[in-house]
């Protein structure tokens, strides 16, 4: 599976608040500068023309107070404002969506996806809602329910780029490519400078064997992001299954210099050490990979490649 972005402050936020889904304010624009700017004949105003209506009015600037202290970063603040907003205004599936997206960046998830299942009750057609579900359930590691919540947000917005990309890394995760495939390509069709995305498309491509074409999509990864160390252990792995060895070693030790903690590229360049029959480098990548990733899935397969190796060097000494 490609990594996402690294870039982001909160987990789960980032793609929402990456396609402008911090949604829009409900409340009027005097409430508003009311709430940041506390002038008072604006709330005067304010309160003359809501006051048919007091919750409503009350609703509206805890929801305005609580979006302007999320957008400043103050979340623990920002909660009770939001949450009262929503107590409040129980039509507005845009109050539960914000507030859950704060929620989450608290790490209070049963709570963020009770609010975004509540946006869900009130807005069946929110596409952004099923989207936030689907991150957030990723995130707790159900993947096949994450997909069914994708797919649901791509009917109300099928060429969305970012929910496209994600249902293509889902994908990606359970090991089925050609799909994967199709919703990255579907991404960068809709979003020619989305970089993860081209990466992505590349790397499902290279699972099928279509290395040439991968290695054009990857290349544009890397054409908007030369610095992805993602994006070029993907290269590494395209020139891998295109044979081009060398080359391969020089994109996955490129990458290195981006990001050297990342246990899988040192895991791709013993696979070429083995290819090129070079076994102390081979034995020290493989090592490498599993200081990095001592919970490796294929640690025992590893550990044997490394003792044949070791045994076959011995027996030409």
Do not use: W
């Amino acid at each position: 599976m490609r990594r996402s972005n690294p870039l982001f402050l909160f987990p789960g936020i980032a793609r929402i608040l990456r396609q402008g889904a911090l949604l829009a304010l409900s409340g009027t624009l005097l409430l508003h500068a009311a709430a940041v700017q506390a002038q008072p004949p604006l709330m005067q105003a304010a309160f003359t023309l809501n006051s048919h209506n007091p919750n409503e009015l009350f609703g509206n600037f805890y929801y305005t107070l609580g979006t302007q202290l999320a957008a400043q970063g103050q979340l623990p603040a920002a909660e009770p404002m939001l949450a009262k907003a929503a107590h409040l205004l129980p039509s507005n599936p845009y109050v539960r969506m914000n507030d859950g997206i704060v929620l989450e960046a608290l790490h209070r998830l049963p709570e963020a996806m009770a609010r975004y299942e509540e946006a869900v009750q009130i807005s069946p057609k929110m596409a952004q809602a099923y989207y936030s579900i689907g991150l957030l359930q990723d995130k707790q590691g159900q993947t096949e329910a994450a997909i069914v919540s994708l797919q649901k947000a791509l009917r109300y917005t099928p060429n969305h780029p970012a929910i496209n990309y994600d249902l293509g890394v889902f994908y990606a995760k359970q090991g089925n490519f050609a799909q994967s495939a199709v919703y990255s390509k579907k991404a960068v069709d809709n979003d020619t400078d989305f970089a993860e995305a081209y990466n992505n498309y590349g790397y499902a491509l290279a699972q099928l064997g279509r290395y040439t074409e991968a290695l054009e999509a990857i290349k544009r990864s890397l054409a908007l992001k030369p610095d992805s160390a993602a994006a070029l252990d993907s290269k590494g792995y395209a020139q891998f299954g295109l044979k081009q060895y060398n080359e391969a070693l020089e994109s996955y030790n490129r990458a290195l210099k981006f990001d050297p903690g990342i246990g899988e590229i040192y895991r791709h360049i013993g696979d070429v050490h083995e290819k090129l029959k070079q076994c102390d480098p081979l034995v020290k990548a493989y090592q490498l990979y599993l200081e990095l990733t001592p919970d490796a899935t294929d640690k025992t397969y590893i550990q044997d490649k490394i003792k044949q190796c070791k045994r076959t060097a011995i027996n030409e000494h």
